[in-house]
T-cell receptor, first 116, second 115 residues
Framework: GAVVSQHPSWVICKSGTSVKIECRSL??????MFWYRQFPKQSLMLMAT?????????EQGVEKDKFLINHASLTLSTLTVTSAHPEDSSFYIC????????????FGPGTRLTVL | AQKVTQAQTEISVVEKEDVTLDCVYE???????LFWYKQPPSGELVFLIR??????QNEISGRYSWNFQKSTSSFNFTITASQVVDSAVYFC????????????FGTGTLLAVQP
């Protein structure tokens, strides 16, 4: 149980385009989902926390207008990178938890974004 | 402020050697949770262990063991008789016991096990 999927697993796009990444909890309902970014050979940095049906909470330094997060259902959250630029190239990982404060986070396999 | 320090950036060992990965954390919370994750080259995070702040018992799982010492704010991870398949980046992480579920990750230790 507790499987989280991400789609796509990798994407290459041109600079200036928008890219949507989906995160799904396959066998449980995730009240809270988290989005992380990991640059090569670096650690995971939390970008934002999203609760189903409400606006995401962004970490300091993360542009909410550039990284649009939608958590419309208990099994799906999407991250849209708008007007992507080469510096947005990174590994994006989502995680999902049953509740915000107690339950474990289960991680997706990640999405590798390359912006040309 | 919460912080996790993994001072070892890279470690290289020969197969069958034992290796210990260090993790030092900082927190003002009395209730908190510590984690270790493995990230193989594929990128997917693999959960290894969770330990809460009230449980200082060391744990052993097969070739893996963990040493939690609150007195030194450390949560070290030892792999006994390492194997090539253990090669990966290992992350230590800290989570507050409060309302937030936010995970603070260390910078990771790249372990290379040579045959």
């Amino acid at each position: 149980g507790a499987v989280v999927s991400q789609h796509p697993s990798w994407v290459i796009c041109k600079s200036g385009t928008s890219v949507k990444i989906e995160c799904r909890s396959l066998d449980f309902q995730a009240t809270t989902m988290f989005w992380y970014r990991q640059f090569p050979k670096q650690s995971l940095m939390l970008m934002a926390t999203s609760n189903e049906g409400s606006k995401a909470t962004y970490e300091q330094g993360v542009e909410k207008d550039k990284f649009l997060i939608n958590h419309a259902s208990l099994t799906l959250s999407t991250l849209t990178v708008t007007s992507a630029h080469p510096e947005d190239s990174s590994f994006y990982i989502c995680s999902a938890a049953l509740h915000s404060s107690y339950n474990e986070q289960f991680f997706g396999p990640g999405t590798r974004l390359t912006v040309l | 402020a919460q912080k996790v320090t993994q001072a070892q950036t890279e470690i290289s060992v020969v197969e069958k050697e034992d290796v210990t990965l260090d993790c030092v954390y900082e927190t003002r919370d009395t209730t908190y949770y510590l984690f270790w994750y493995k990230q193989p080259p594929s990128g997917e995070l693999v959960f290894l262990i969770r330990r809460n702040s009230f449980d200082e018992q060391n744990e052993i799982s097969g070739r893996y063991s963990w040493n939690f010492q609150k007195s030194t704010s450390s949560f070290n991870f030892t792999i006994t008789a390492s194997q090539v398949v253990d090669s990966a980046v290992y992350f230590c992480a800290l989570r507050s016991g409060g309302a937030t579920n936010k995970l603070i990750f260390g910078t990771g230790t790249l372990l290379a096990v040579q045959p």
